[in-house]
């Protein structure tokens, strides 16, 4: 297993759980990925839990607030969270949350594209975000689901440098590979079609398992929905869409031909 030190700037570096229930959601990431959890108490009431797999993070999970729906939330590595935020609002997005410090570990800021998907920032002090590494268990290849591929390709190119990249395998007039710097790390999907009827955009993330097929029967014992079944990616592997028992939704990716890297 190799663990992760360091970030570039405009990495992908966390995923955390915003849930309902968070026993519960302990218990079906932790029997479905091999997740141990560590609670942390949060000042004014409340814990925040680490994932963990051999001490190395993973990803997190909070009790979030009634109004907010269960979901998976995006952080991306830079430099400067001030920085960062001050290009937003210019490029046609929208400061969520203006830039804070989050004790001694970062400094974030939660952000809107202009297709209306939230993400945050993490400018890393005592925490750089997922330091494990491993091959299964992980938190890879984040994923937008837009309404508007082309805005958003402009605006996070604007906003991170990001540069895109047709897929392999795949219809490259649907699909799109996002890179940084020179390693491909995430993908971007227009929600064109009408499966996608009522869906808000959004990031996706993918979890690597071992067997798709078995992860994904394993999920439906343990209370959740599969939505997607077991599919076959020519050149890349094999994936499933999960949606837990309280609405949050992930992927599980099996990967068979090749790997990309968070």
């Given amino acids: 297993m190799?663990?992760?030190e360091s970030y570039p700037p405009g990495s992908?570096?966390?995923?955390e759980l915003a849930t309902t229930d968070l026993e519960a959601a302990k218990k079906l990431y932790g029997e479905l990925f091999g997740w141990s959890a560590v609670d942390n108490p949060i000042p004014?009431?409340?814990?925040?839990?680490?994932?963990?797999?051999?001490?190395?993070?993973?990803?997190?999970?909070?009790?979030?607030r009634p109004e907010l729906p269960p979901h998976w939330g995006v952080y991306f590595s830079v430099t400067s969270a001030d920085e960062t935020a001050a290009k937003v609002e210019p490029l046609g997005g929208k400061?969520?949350?203006?830039?804070?410090?989050?004790?001694?570990?970062?400094?974030?800021?939660?952000?809107?594209?202009?297709?209306?998907?939230?993400?945050?920032?993490?400018?890393?002090?005592?925490?750089?975000?997922?330091?494990?590494g491993g091959p299964l268990g992980q938190v890879m290849w984040p994923e937008l689901h837009t309404t508007d591929a082309a805005g958003a390709a402009a605006f996070y190119r604007g906003l991170f440098g990001w540069k895109t990249h047709p897929a392999s395998?795949?219809?490259?007039?649907?699909?799109?590979?996002?890179?940084?710097?020179?390693?491909?790390?995430?993908?971007?999907?227009?929600m064109s079609g009408p499966e996608w009827k009522g869906v808000p955009p959004h990031w996706m993330i993918?979890?690597?398992?071992?067997?798709?097929?078995e992860r994904a029967a394993k999920a439906k014992e343990l209370g959740a929905a599969v939505s997607v079944p077991p599919t076959d990616v020519p050149n890349v592997g094999r994936f499933a869409v999960i949606?837990?028992?309280q609405g949050a939704t992930f992927s599980l990716i099996q990967m068979t031909a090749r790997s990309h890297t968070a």
């Fill in 2 to 4: 190799s663990r992760i």
């Fill in 12 to 15: 992908f570096c966390w995923a």
């Fill in 44 to 64: 004014g009431g409340g814990v925040y839990t680490m994932f963990q797999i051999d001490g190395n993070e993973v990803a997190a999970a909070y009790a979030a």
């Fill in 95 to 132: 400061l969520i949350a203006p830039p804070f410090d989050v004790m001694d570990v970062g400094r974030m800021a939660v952000i809107q594209d202009p297709q209306g998907t939230i993400f945050s920032v993490w400018q890393a002090k005592k925490h750089i975000g997922a330091t494990y």
């Fill in 169 to 190: 395998g795949v219809d490259s007039a649907q699909y799109v590979e996002w890179i940084n710097g020179e390693t491909h790390f995430g993908g971007m999907m227009p």
């Fill in 206 to 213: 993918y979890i690597t398992v071992a067997d798709c097929n």
């Fill in 243 to 245: 949606n837990d028992a």
